[in-house]
T-cell receptor, first 113, second 112 residues
Framework: NAGVTQTPKFQVLKTGQSMTLQCAQD?????MYWYRQDPGMGLRLIYY???????DKGEVPNGYNVSRLNKREFSLRLESAAPSQTSVYFC????????????FGSGTRLTVV | GENVEQHPSTLSVQEGDSAVIKCTYS??????FPWYKQELGKGPQLIID?????GEKKDQRIAVTLNKTAKHFSLHITETQPEDSAVYFC???????????FGPGTSLSVIP
């Protein structure tokens, strides 16, 4: 059982560069989420997708875009990376209608220099 | 919207002692409370959860208690071991169609 797979695990970008973080889940979950985690800040929701074809902003969406490519995949794009986007990014998924927690990926550690 | 507070932010205990992490939530409509453990370099992992129709739930050395009237819930870890060292997040959710709202986390260190 792979669960939630994130790629890449590590990335260093220069300011102004763009990149896409990939996330895929194999649990047939409807909902998927992108969080960022900074020291002392806990988990902050960037964007989420309640179902294939829909996306909504979370609490810190500025500087990011997302695509729900299909039910399995949810990508996060940084169009012009800034040092403030240095963080660890986690993707998660969940199955609505059932009281279960989220399943998280192992994270992408992004450094913008 | 829902707000979840968590205390303490850091906790150090001697191996074999108990650890307690406390959370409060603001929305009385919340009725599902999961707890996550995040080990260094890994994503958060669900370790135990409780529904609002249950006051306490145990799983080996961990237990959760819920006081709906006071809007408090707690995680209890007994006979702590070094491998319990991690960041723990409490969370709350109103329905299975709502987003999970996370607390800010507690960093637990178990000293051998």
């Amino acid at each position: 059982n792979a669960g939630v797979t994130q790629t890449p695990k590590f990335q260093v970008l220069k300011t102004g560069q763009s990149m896409t973080l990939q996330c895929a889940q194999d649990m047939n979950h409807n909902s998927m989420y992108w969080y960022r985690q900074d020291p002392g800040m806990g988990l902050r929701l960037i964007y989420y997708s309640a179902s294939e074809g829909t996306t909504d902003k979370g609490e810190v969406p500025n500087g990011y875009n997302v695509s729900r490519l299909n039910k399995r995949e949810f990508s996060l794009r940084l169009e012009s990376a800034a040092p403030s986007q240095t963080s660890v990014y986690f993707c998660a998924s969940s199955d609505e209608g059932i009281y279960r927690g989220y399943t998280f990926g192992s994270g992408t550690r992004l450094t913008v220099v | 919207g829902e707000n979840v507070e968590q205390h303490p932010s850091t906790l150090s205990v001697q191996e074999g002692d108990s650890a307690v992490i406390k959370c409060t939530y603001s929305d009385s409509a919340s009725n599902y409370f999961p707890w996550y453990k995040q080990e260094l370099g890994k994503g958060p992992q669900l370790i135990i959860d409780i529904r609002s129709n249950v006051g306490e739930k145990k799983d080996q050395r961990i237990a959760v208690t819920l006081n709906k009237t006071a809007k408090h819930f707690s995680l209890h870890i007994t006979e702590t071991q070094p491998e319990d060292s991690a960041v723990y997040f409490c969370a709350a959710r109103k329905t299975s169609y709502d987003k999970v709202i996370f607390g800010p986390g507690t960093s637990l260190s178990v000293i051998p």
